[in-house]
């Protein structure tokens, strides 16, 4: 199984500030078909995962464009360039590449 | 609208059943792999079961292999999972999301599950 490790765990934050998290895999997320099936998703508190970023960098629809991805292989980056009040929850990095799915520990954003 | 509604949780008794359901409107339901996900009280995302668009491949964790069934009815747009020999590990928020090959796109706000005597 592919493993996937968040950090940091906590993250205390600055409204306006920028915020990164980074996430490590295992093993390399590039599939046999040449996509890197990397995502990124945000639980904000009492609410369900919405899906932020996938394939590393590309934002889902509807998500700010102060978010973006990065990375590549086994080391991927969320970033936020300036973190705003609605930010406030646990982030989740999760791969694709193969079953089982797994995801990150989660990192809880916080003000 | 896109939209995904859990139903079926509840209270059960180590070792019973039950049948989770997922309601899905505003997209072609028979066009898209399917997951469950689960969340434990306090705890990270877990991924239990993906089914292919027509049904004809299913994947599972490990800890619910055996027990677990995952299922789909592309005519009424359904999403399934029957959960047997259900035991208190399982009790978790379990999540319908859309996707699976590739990433999970959208999905439900939940339905809740807690095995207890």
């Known amino acids: 199984d592919i493993v996937m490790t968040q950090t940091p765990l906590s993250s205390p934050v600055t409204l306006g500030q920028p915020a990164s998290i980074s996430c490590r895999s295992s093993?390399?997320?590039?599939?046999?078909?040449?996509?890197?099936?990397l995502s990124w998703l945000q639980q904000r508190p009492g609410q369900p995962p919405r899906l932020l970023i996938y394939?590393?960098?590309k934002r889902f629809s509807g998500v700010p464009d102060r978010f973006s991805g990065s990375g590549a292989g086994t080391d991927f980056t969320l970033k936020i360039s300036r973190v705003e009040a609605e930010d406030v929850g646990v982030y989740y990095c999760?791969?694709?590449?193969?079953?089982?799915?797994?995801f990150g520990q989660g990192t809880k954003l916080e003000i | 609208e896109v939209q995904l509604v859990e139903s079926g949780g509840g209270l059960v008794q180590p070792g019973r059943s039950l049948r989770l359901s997922c309601a899905a409107s505003?997209?072609?339901?028979?066009?898209?792999?399917m997951t469950w996900v689960r969340q434990a009280p306090g705890k990270g995302l877990e991924w239990v079961a993906s089914?292919?668009?027509?049904?004809?491949?299913?994947h599972y964790v490990d800890s619910v292999k055996g027990r677990f069934i995952i299922s789909r009815d592309n005519v009424k747009n359904s999403l399934f999972v029957q959960m047997n020999s259900l035991r208190a590990e399982d009790t978790a928020m379990y999540y319908c999301?859309?996707?699976?090959?590739?990433?999970?796109?959208?999905w439900g706000k939940g339905t809740t599950v807690t095995v207890s005597s």
């Open positions: 999760m791969q694709a590449a193969q079953f089982p799915l797994t």
């Open positions: 394939y590393i960098s």
């Open positions: 999301a859309r996707g699976g090959k590739q990433q999970l796109e959208v």
């Open positions: 093993q390399s997320l590039v599939h046999s078909d040449g996509n890197t099936y």
């Open positions: 505003g997209f072609t339901f028979r066009s898209y792999w």
């Open positions: 089914i292919k668009e027509d049904g004809s491949e299913t």
